[in-house]
Each structure stands twice: as C-alpha cells, then as structure tokens.
DNA sequence: TTGTATGCGTTATCAT
DNA sequence: ATGATAACGCATACAA
C-alpha cells in the first residue's frame, strides 16, 4: 500500500506537505503541489480513508437500516428502489453507506451501537418498526438520522403523502361510479393508520358510507393474507364493487382469489393498489394503483442526511413529504 | 465517546491490560480482566472500529458489488434476494458489508480502488458486466473476491447450475408432450450462452429439432423487449406450442403480448419462466419455471470469502455451483 | 512556503 | 501479570 509517507519520500518533501497538496490547501507552492499530485498519480496512491476516518472524526459513512418487521427487508420492490436511490445519492455526495443491524457476528449490540461502532456519519432509518425501543435509542441519539414514513420530535423524515394518495385513488373509484368500496389494510402501523383514516375521511366526504365489515386487516406484501380477506369479502351478503389492497403486491393475493371464484378483473370486480411498482404497470390489466416517489424519497432523505451531517449549525429538523401519482391502470371499471 | 483510555483511569490500569482484558488474552490476572470488563460495560465502552482497523489491516467490512450492466441493480427480486442472504451471512460471521461502486463524489475511482479506499478485506462480485476492465481489474487484484456466475482464473466462483436447470425446464416440457419450443434468451452473456447451449443440447438429446427463428433475443428483466420477440414468434407460419422466456419478469411482457393476441395461457401456448421468483409462484396460473438457490448463492459467496480472508494459506479456489429446483407450475399444457 | 510535532483509538512488542 | 512505547495513515496547529 503507497501512503503519503512513500509520496513525501519520493517527493523529496515532508509528509504534512504531501498532505497538503493532495487536499488542495491553499499555502502550497503551485508547482511543488503540482509534483506531488503528479507523483501520487504515478505512485498510485490511494487515500486512506479509515485512517482519515480515525483523524478527522468523519468516516463519510452512512448507515441505512432495513429491519423490516414484516419480512423480507430489501426484496420487496418498493424498498429496493429506495435503497437503490439512497445509495445513488449518498454516492454522489461522496459517502457510501453500510447496513446497519443487530448483532454482528459474536457480539450483541443494538442499532445505535452498530452506528457507532462503524463511526456511521449519520444513518436512514427505513422499513424499521418505530416502536422498537432499539430504534428508539438510535432516532433520538446525537447520530443524526433521518427516518421514512415515520416521524420523531425534533428529527427529520422523509413523508410518502399516504393521505393524499388514498384521498386520490378514493375519488378516482367514486369518479368511475363506485359506492361500495372495501379496504383490507396491513399491519397497524402510523402509515397504515392515516391510510385508514384518510379513507373514511374522503368516502365521507362524498357521502359514502363503509359498513364495518368492508374494513379487512391483513399484511402487507403478504398476497395470502390478502387473499383469505378477499374471500371473507365476497362471502357478503352484500360484495363490494372496488376493493383497495394494502400494495400492490398483496393485489396478487386478490386476483387468484377473484379468479378462483370466477370472477374477472374489472369487469366483474374493480380493484386498486397502493405503491405502483413496476410490476404493477407490468400487468394485464394494468394495475389502478398510487405511485409513491420511492425514487424521490430515497434522494431526498440521503440529502437531507447529509446535509444535517455538513451543516450542523444551520441545520432544522423537518418533515419532506413526497408526493406520489395515481396510476390510472385498467383494474377499476366505469359503473353506474 | 468513551475508549480504551477512559476505562484505564477508571481501572487503575493501563490502556495495554485493558485492551487484553477486552480481547480475552491470556496474560491478565482473571480478576482483573473480570473489574476491566465490568468497567467497559458500566462505561458503555464500544470498540472502535475504524481505529482497530487502522492498527490490525483488517476492517471486517466485505464490499458488495452490484453493477447491473441491464439497468436495475439491486431492485431486481433475484438480486436483491442474494444480497439479503449475503448480508445476513456475513453479520453472521462478523462482517458489515458495503457497496462498492465508481466515482464517489468528486473522486473518480474504479471499483478496485474504492475497495481499497475503504479497505475491504474481500469484494462479493455479483450482476456485473465482466468484461469491463475495471471489474477485471478488481477481480484479479490481491484483493479476495469471489464472483457470481462467472469464473476468473484461480478465483474462487459461485454458479448457478444453468445447464441443469434449462436440461430439466426442456425436459418437463417435452414430457408435457411439447415438441416446438422456442426459446426468447438475454443479452449474451456467459449465464447466457449456458443456456442456450444446454436448451440445444438437450433439445437435440430428445430428437427435437429447432429451427433458427425459435431462438429470439430479448434484454434480461425487461417485459418490453421479450414482448416485441413474443410477437415475432406469434407471426411466424408455425408457431412454438411452448415459449421459453429469459427469466420470470420478462414473461410477463410475453403474457401481455399472448393476451392481446387473445391467446389464454396455457390452453393456447404454454411458457416457463426463468429463476423462479416469488413472484412467479403468486401469478395465476403459476409460473413453469426453474428457481435459482438465491439464498444458497448468497450465503455460500459470503461464507467462502470469508474463508478466504480468514484462512489465506489453506484456502483454495473454487468453483461452487448450487442446484435449483423446477417449479412445475401451471404454464406447462399437456398436449399430444 | 515548508516542516515539525502531535494525536485520533487501538493493538502488539517487549520490558519490567 | 502488567505497563511503557511504538505504530497504523492521515490531517492540522504551530513553528520555522
């Protein structure tokens, strides 16, 4: 490994010199910087950026936790995608991100505990159940964080605008001649809550009213369970005629439902997801879903991370919300 | 930030005794290791890990290379089922893992270069372009890497079985009776020409002939592409009765294509799939296809690197190839 | 403009 | 059994 030692040695230079030059300052003699660059270059030099870590108190290291308490973490689309475009981000402003978890290898340690250990920067908290008290510890410790979908005091988030996309797709069903609409929703959670809410909220708001028994809880990204809500829907005296899935990928769970009863999509049942993955788009019938900027979400947290991290003086806490779009698709058909 | 020194002072002791006590060495008095140890935990000591890096030249940090020559990197389920298993893996075995890219921030650097910057003890090189210089550069550096279906030279790989996995998909097929197979396949890669050359092979093996226009070129997870050769295949004078596609997400584009021919899947034209997705298993009908052991490809790459890393002077290069199972599905029609 | 000295937190060697 | 000291590679305050 060349250091900046073999450089200051070949340079003929001390080695605060060489680090100088490499660093751009500015009480360097041009042509003596010019040298030492050219012979880095030519040594082949690379930083070193644990030992820069260890001096500066700055490893350029962000952490990114993915503990999705429902599962599969990483592997479901939606937050892929935000991973995907963290990562792309932090990239760009020159930081790379590690995952944060709990214990690694023999030794036990909680979140808060993995971020110091890798001297993480800052970290993202996505996909992470927020009543967790490990979670917890390490949002409202002095790392700086930013979290997805959920909000702690005093701390930025990143906010999908989950009141804004259900309110669209509601109307978007009513404006098609629906009255009897169905929503099975995932887990409880304060995403899954506005969701919730939201819906009653419109339908009321156009004057429709939603028995009890429409309102079906199951899992998110969890077609079974969605399924086995779809059957309890159609065994009702009275079946809905658009029923809204907690994602897209729950839908799926529906449509072998539907199809098991004979039932074909929209012309006999019209359905809505939530998140308009590709796949989504992918389907025949497309999908009639609410894209969330899951692109947006990610860049804007890395932003707003590093940010916070740089700029620590003029930094405020604050909740983003990113809005999202309604995908159209061909699942909800025009009654009435 | 509490360190080694802290608890020193605290211990009476010295910064050396401590750091032993901590380790577990041999020669500190058992009663003093025990005061040292309850110390650190009443001070809540954490080790750092940038500074124990500097020191021992090891960083029990793995980097993770995902540079999806066809676009979405880790977004695809495949892919990002291995890294989930890599992740999980390596914590396991006591390393964090980091994405290694090009280009951080303003500094310009190749994949090689970054793994040193932050001094990876050994790169998971996985959906690469493997002709790219800067991945053979990596690859065949001093760094330990292990790469994914494909082989460098006195490396060590893990491979999916596509020979097998296309000789049982062509297999199935035939014994559903299936004598016209055409095979839509991805850009040419190494995966790729396994494939095809086994789709031939076993083709021939079984007396089948299969005539130049059955083979068609699409783009790997890409729905559009396979849908234009899709269209192509239904516009020759004889069609397949069975169409292969190059992998689960790209059927998809394919089944859009049959349905707006009017052609129900599997009465009209059969299909199988490729990697065996969850998603694959969702779909109604469920998806002919063959599952690739993402899980096992991943938790294996990661166990052998850092067997590699651990262990430099017994350790051996190896191929490692992992079996995948056929999911018979419903695509397959029985004809004949 | 350049160089000297120091320390970031840790481990390892070698005395004591 | 314990401690003093050096070193990993780098950046910086300060002296020259």
């Known amino acids: 490994m060349v250091t900046i030692t073999d450089i200051s040695k070949a340079c003929g230079v001390s080695r605060a010199t060489v680090s100088k030059a490499l660093n751009g300052a500015p009480d360097v ?14 040594l082949g030099y690379l930083p070193n950026a644990t030992a820069r ?29 935000i991973l995907e475009s963290v990562k792309a981000e932090a990239e760009r402003l020159g930081y790379d991100i590690t995952f944060i978890s709990k214990d690694l290898g023999a030794m036990s340690m909680d979140y808060y505990e993995h971020a110091k250990y890798r001297s993480c920067d800052g970290v993202v908290i996505a996909s992470a159940d927020f ?28 906010l999908s605008d989950n009141v804004r996309g259900m309110d669209a797709l509601v ?34 708001a156009l004057g429709i009213t939603v028995p009890p028994e429409y309102i079906r809880p ?9 399924g086995l809500a779809t059957r309890a829907l ?25 199809e098991k009863n004979g039932l074909s999509i929209p012309k ?29 979400i990610g860049r804007e947290a890395a932003r707003s991370l590093v940010d916070q991290i740089e700029h620590p ?22 009654i009435g």
């Open 131 to 158: 009543a967790d008290p490990a979670i917890v510890r390490l949002a409202t410790s002095e790392i700086p964080t930013v979290t997805l979908d959920y909000s702690f005091d005093s701390r930025t988030s990143i």
């Open 234 to 258: 159609l065994a009702l005296p009275e079946r809905p005629t658009c029923i809204f899935y907690p994602d897209d990928l729950s839908f799926l769970g529906g449509m072998s439902e539907l």
């Open 53 to 81: 870590a260890l001096k500066m108190g700055r490893s350029y290291n962000i952490g990114v936790l993915f503990s999705d308490p429902t599962g599969g973490g990483i592997s479901h689309e939606y937050f892929s995608q």
């Open 313 to 334: 003086d003029t930094w405020l806490p604050q909740q983003i919300t990113v809005e999202g779009e309604l995908l159209p698709g061909d699942t909800v058909r025009k």
């Open 171 to 204: 109307r978007f069903v009513y404006e098609n001649g629906h009255r009897r609409l169905a929503f099975i929703h995932g887990e409880i959670t304060s995403v899954t809550q506005k969701r919730i809410a939201s819906f009653k909220k419109t339908c009321a």
């Open 29 to 42: 003699a041009p042509k003596t910087a010019e040298r030492i660059r050219a012979k880095a270059k030519a």
């Open 268 to 296: 006999d049942m019209s359905v809505v997801g939530y998140d308009g993955i590709p796949l989504s788009q992918v389907l025949r019938p497309r999908l009639s879903t609410y894209r969330q900027g899951a692109e947006t």
């Open 218 to 226: 199951a899992i998110y990204h969890d077609p079974r369970s969605s």
